[in-house]
């Protein structure tokens, strides 16, 4: 089911990094006391790791039981599992390493020197298989919150425009060859496995975003702007700052600014 998108837009990347955090915070303690767990899809980038840096300085950081949340990715770079260049690191650098997660919740995508080796394709499927195993039902887990940063050409997690990856519908994960930004391998998930969560949150600061925002929320479908496909069973919500909102027309999305 697609959910109509819903837009906030903050005065600044600072101040949009501090209210998501305190957002997802919330949404967390929620979904733990309606079922005694909960589970997030983490995104890498510059906003996906301002967040992880805000709710790491929270005070509200501490009412999330970090014991009872399963952690997973929206995509990763295939290269060595400690590589500074993977969202795991860079997330546990952030936030991870601070908080007392149980690692067996903490689900990293496959690293280019594990058991697969080189082989992104057996990689990707064994992500999914880690997936299908977590969820109650369907191919993957029904995410409570799966974020979501947008890339200057519209690219979400690793679906980059006109790419084999937007247009898989059968697979959950996906090896990516060709990337248009390095590394060109990566791991990711399709857009049927990110509708799979309840709310997608898709995160963009910075006047080199504004053109992506307008053209996902205006234009010409998934297959040229994979962050239109980007939506949650329950809540779809853009958390913009005002340059990257900038040039969306106010008669068709008007925000909600905050």
């Known amino acids: 089911m697609t959910t109509v998108p819903q837009l906030v837009v903050h005065r600044d990347k ?40 805000a709710i790491a300085a929270s005070p509200a950081r501490d009412a999330v039981d970090w014991a009872r949340l399963d952690l997973w990715w929206g995509d990763e770079r295939f290269v060595a599992a400690d590589h500074p260049d993977r969202n795991a690191v860079q997330a546990r650098a952030e936030l991870l390493d601070a908080v007392p997660l149980d690692p067996a919740r903490v689900h990293a995508m496959p690293a280019s020197d594990g058991v697969d080796g080189s082989d992104v394709e057996a990689a990707a499927a064994r992500y999914a298989g880690e997936l299908a195993k977590a969820a109650e039902r ?10 979501l940063g947008v890339g200057p050409d519209t690219h979400v997690a690793s679906l980059f425009p006109g790419h084999p990856g937007v247009r898989e519908t059968e697979l959950s994960v ?5 990337a248009p930004k390095p590394p060109p391998v990566r791991i990711s998930l399709t857009l049927p496995a990110i509708r799979a969560a309840r709310e997608v949150w898709l995160l963009a600061a910075g006047e080199d975003k504004a053109d992506a925002v307008a053209l996902a929320l205006t234009g010409p479908g998934e297959i040229q702007a994979p962050a239109s496909g980007a939506y949650g069973t329950r809540r779809t919500l853009w958390l913009l700052d005002r340059t990257a909102a900038a040039k969306i027309p106010s008669q068709l999305y008007p925000p909600a600014s905050a």
Not at 138 to 147: E, I, N, R, T, Y
């Open 14 to 53: 600072e101040l949009m990094a501090q209210a998501a955090a305190a957002r997802l915070i919330t949404r967390i303690v929620d979904a733990q006391a309606a079922r005694g767990t909960a589970s997030v899809v983490l995104t890498g980038g510059r906003n996906g790791n301002a967040l992880l840096a």
């Open 138 to 147: 369907g191919p993957v887990p029904a995410f409570d919150v799966l974020l």
């Open 174 to 178: 996906v090896g990516v060859r060709g």
